[in-house]
């Protein structure tokens, strides 16, 4: 633990006594076997430009130094002597101020200081990617007055088709088919690409302008699954140091980089940058899809006893993240929810603690989505299912509406096709404020993201460089929040989008139609709504 040393920083190397240079020396051997440094900063210009030493550990510094900046450091605003020291005393009990060997024998005593504060270093670990584009792009950026990057995010194929969206790989869209698997498994190796930009976020309350940057796993959700975490927590982490090395202040986990391993806590933790799942914006405009559509059908009314809607909701993987924050907000809107995952003991407890928040609401459980399906007017799956069909479509109730939240869907144009009495939608995609320019394919038209590289974008636009929403448990506030945030700044809720492309109220119509149609043929009696 170094701190307080004199400042060096006027001296030159002619300045320099015998002295001040056996000691720059001794400094730099003895520090070389070290993992963490914590100092103030001028004591880390002792060594000049020769600050190799510090590239990989874990650099704890309590004050700022421009000088340092030179160096590239990589250091978060919200760190500093104090808030170390804080932390160290609530994680080990310890109300009272700390002498100087106390808070030095708390240093030796925490086996993992990462997992305390954030990493706080100067990155080796640069892409090779970074290190040949970067003259590049300083010059580019200057000739086009580009700024840096404000936000990063991280996306990945999600089915074989997607992976030829990779640059140079068009050419091999019509290989034959029994060469896809191992065409993805080959593709899996290789490393994360920058998939493109995201410019010209403009928020509508204060006129801030954000731009993104957007990189690319080449790997299926399926390989993903199947992968050991830690080898995509290391992939992940690299372009986490890229993106920070880039200039970005957060990054968001898109797809299945958020759900692996322990959903985004180890990847955050070893991130230069705060982390961002996502999630809370996500639920959020997926129930605000839900409920525009379930306007527009107007099959279910308001139960005059309870003030809630009269009718069942579901969720189907209601023990994710997605899927518990849906399934109790669709408690204070339903009087009856039926919460449907693999085991029990979970649901049991998702149950008890959903009947806390909302006791008006009746709630049920199930392990198997296909025995309950046909009693839901509204379904909302939120699944990591890559193979296995959650639930068959020809189930379904007639007239339900139905929430697919899951990348790859669980339901798909075959299954839409089948039950045109059904309607199905995707997750609420939203739109982003200001001109907007994405020059990369995201499956989406116009201005159109996905929620959770929406909430990274407002995060940014907030100037809330935190770690938002994490883990598998989404927070109620934070849900509120993120959605305050979207109104504020301009996010929109995008035409919902079906797999036939927008839903338009002409087919919500033509759906409401034939569901009546269907529900009247096996009831024996003529309906109308």
Excluded at 284 to 293: I, P
Aim: contains cysteine; aromatic residues 6%; hydrophobic residues 40%.
């Amino acid at each position: 633990n170094i701190a307080n040393f004199k400042d060096l920083r006027n001296n030159t190397p002619l300045a320099e006594s015998a002295l001040q240079k056996l000691s720059r020396s001794f400094l730099a051997s003895q520090v070389e076997g070290i993992q963490y440094v914590c100092s103030d900063y001028p004591f880390l210009l002792l060594f000049d430009r020769a600050v190799e030493f510090a590239r990989g550990k874990d650099l704890i510094v309590w004050s700022h130094h421009p000088a340092a900046e030179k160096e590239a450091f990589k250091v978060s605003p919200y760190m500093n002597y104090s808030v170390l020291d804080a932390t160290l005393r609530l994680s080990h009990g310890k109300t009272a101020p700390l002498n100087i060997d106390e808070w030095a024998q708390l240093i030796n005593s925490e086996t993992k200081i990462s997992q305390v504060a954030r990493k706080y270093l100067v990155s080796h670990r640069v892409s090779t990617q970074a290190k040949i584009s970067h003259g590049i792009n300083k010059i580019r950026n200057k000739l086009l007055k580009e700024d840096a990057p404000d936000f990063a995010f991280i996306v990945h194929a999600l089915s074989h088709k997607e992976l030829m969206f990779g640059p140079g790989l068009s050419l091999l869209k019509n290989m034959p088919e029994k060469f896809n698997d191992s065409f993805d498994r080959l593709a899996a190796q290789a490393p994360a690409f920058v998939y493109g930009k995201v410019r010209h976020v403009i928020s509508k309350d204060n006129g801030r302008e954000i731009n993104g940057i957007v990189y690319a796993l080449p790997i299926t959700p399926k390989l993903l699954k199947a992968a050991p975490p830690e080898e995509i927590y290391a992939k992940i982490e690299k372009i986490c140091y890229d993106a920070a090395n880039r200039g970005a202040k957060i990054i968001g986990l898109g797809a299945y980089t958020k759900i692996i391993g322990d959903s985004g806590v180890t990847i955050n933790r070893n991130s230069p940058i705060p982390v961002t799942t996502g999630n809370s914006l996500s639920a959020s405009s997926t129930l605000w899809a839900l409920a525009d559509v379930v306007k527009k059908m107007k099959l279910l009314n308001m139960d005059p006893n309870t003030g809630l809607v009269n009718g069942m909701a579901m969720v189907i993987g209601a023990t994710g993240s997605i899927g518990q924050v849906s399934a109790k907000l669709l408690a204070l809107t339903f009087n009856r929810v039926c919460l449907v995952a693999p085991r029990q003991n979970r649901l049991d407890e998702l149950a008890q603690e959903i009947r806390a928040i909302a006791p008006k609401c009746e709630i049920t459980t199930s392990t198997n989505a296909n025995a309950v399906a046909g009693i839901a007017d509204v379904l909302v799956t939120a699944t990591s299912s890559v193979d296995e069909k959650i639930v068959d479509v020809e189930r379904l109730k007639p007239g339900c509406v139905v929430c697919d939240c899951s990348r790859p869907l669980d339901f798909d144009l075959e299954d839409a096709k089948k039950r045109p009495d059904v309607l199905i939608i995707e997750s609420g995609e939203v739109n982003l404020p200001g001109p907007v320019d994405i020059n990369f394919n995201m499956g989406l038209p116009g201005n159109t993201v996905y929620a959770c590289l929406a909430e990274t974008a407002l995060l940014a636009l907030e100037g809330r460089y935190e770690s938002f929403t994490m883990g598998r448990d989404i927070e109620w506030n934070k849900v509120k929040q993120i959605y305050k945030m979207a109104r504020k700044h301009g996010v929109e809720l995008a035409a919902i989008q079906g797999h036939m492309g927008i839903v338009s109220d002409k087919e919500i119509a033509l759906t409401k139609s034939l569901a009546l149609s269907r529900l009247s043929s096996s009831s024996g009696k003529k309906i109308s709504r």
